[in-house]
């Protein structure tokens, strides 16, 4: 999991960026060397894949499969979460399947009691979305969140109609319509996904990109899910591309917010997941595959799952800070509370782009990250 972050006195608008079920194995290493040449995994026919992607050291496989973000995003801020470099990544609640974990996101806790797995209920807690539309007076419209999964529609608000969304296969029915988001709505009915409750994220990012042009949100959650789906479905190959999508995406984002004068070094990405794997095919702590209706609590003692399942020791924080202003780090912190509070995320500031601070995280510092530094925006 990673969040991506401009200086406080300098953030306007907060985009959230999620990929479902994203391996910090793959995020850091590239491709998984154990799955390269399963049959089981769908990497049989893939040898163009695997000649794209293939590179001898895990730093060569992460820039061949996701460029973007380890030769833009990284350099310009921290990156945190790596296990191999003793930093844990580490979701709080005992399900860890995607509800849970999105509810963590967007309140800032774990919601067990209320919040059993992926099970269709309405969030019992008024989300960050909610609230910053309330903090800063802003309209309904713009506070917008685009998921391709059908579920955010009862992740993203406590109160219906509270901001805007759209998710799964549903017609886009909200404010600021244009032609290019007429034809992206009836396109998702044509070019159908083998799941019921998900479509394409190529669906998902470009409305949420039109949504961005037209309406001009000032806080936009984009949830992107084909990263979680191919695993279950147990196609390595496909998880890979959609992984190269989310690259791609991030790239584009990028330029559109460079581009517009209203988010041009204005704006806060944050980047992250909802939970790991143990097997790669499987949620870290759950024993069955695709999206759980209901989870299975898992437990663990003195050592904590890493972002796929990893069983990595406890590790404490070290006085030195890690990261400086135009260079990246990836190890060291385990938690978004001592980060925070021993000011890691440093301002980087540009004319022409968006900055850049990209951090690991585990949810249980989201309450602070969002009462301490993206709550300080400015109103209207």
């Given amino acids: 999991m990673c969040f991506s972050c401009l200086s406080a006195r300098d953030t306007r608008n907060i985009f959230l960026i999620t990929a479902d079920g994203l391996r910090w194995r793959d995020l850091f290493g590239g491709m998984d060397p154990m799955l390269k040449g399963q049959k089981t995994a769908g990497m049989e026919g893939a040898a163009a894949l695997k000649a794209k992607l293939w590179r001898a050291t895990p730093e060569e496989r992460r820039n061949a499969l996701m460029p973007f973000f380890w030769t833009t995003l990284a350099p310009k801020g921290v990156v945190l979460g790596n296990v191999k470099k003793q930093s844990s990544v580490r979701v709080t609640n005992a399900y860890r399947v995607s509800y849970p974990g999105y509810s963590e996101i967007l309140t800032g806790r774990a919601q067990d009691e209320a919040i059993r797995g992926n099970e269709a209920v309405r969030n019992p807690t008024p989300t960050i979305l909610e609230f910053l539309r309330r903090k800063l007076g802003l309209s309904s419209s713009q506070v917008a969140l685009f998921g391709s999964w059908e579920m955010f529609h009862l992740i993203g608000e406590h109160q219906p109609g509270s ?53 001009k949100p000032r806080v936009l959650h984009i949830a992107l899910d084909e990263t979680d789906d191919w695993a279950h479905d147990k196609r390595y190959n496909r998880v890979l591309d959609a992984i190269g999508y989310l690259d791609r995406c991030l790239q584009k984002l990028w330029q559109v917010i460079g581009d517009l004068p209203e988010y041009r070094g204005k704006t806060t990405l944050v980047i ?14 759950a024993r069955r595959s695709r999206k759980l209706r209901r989870g299975i609590p898992a437990r663990h003692s003195a050592h ?30 385990l938690s978004v509370t001592q980060a925070w509070r021993r000011r890691l995320a440093l301002p980087i500031s540009s004319p022409t782009r968006p900055s850049a601070v990209v951090v690991g995280t585990r949810h249980a510092g989201w309450r602070v990250v969002w009462q301490r530094y993206f709550l300080k925006l400015p109103r209207g």
Wanted: net charge neutral.
């Fill in 304 to 333: 904590d799952f890493g972002s796929d399942g990893h069983r990595v020791p406890r590790v404490r924080w070290r006085s030195r800070k890690s990261g400086r202003a135009g260079g990246f780090e990836e190890g060291r912190t």
């Fill in 272 to 285: 992250t997941s909802d939970h790991g794997r143990d097997r790669w095919t499987r949620y870290a702590g």
């Fill in 163 to 215: 901001i805007v969304i759209n998710a799964g296969h549903r017609d886009y029915d909200g404010p600021h319509s244009s032609a290019r988001m007429h034809e992206l709505s009836a396109l998702q009915f044509e070019v159908l996904t083998p799941w019921t409750e998900e479509r394409h994220d190529y669906i998902t990012f470009e409305m949420a990109l039109e949504y961005l042009r037209t309406a």
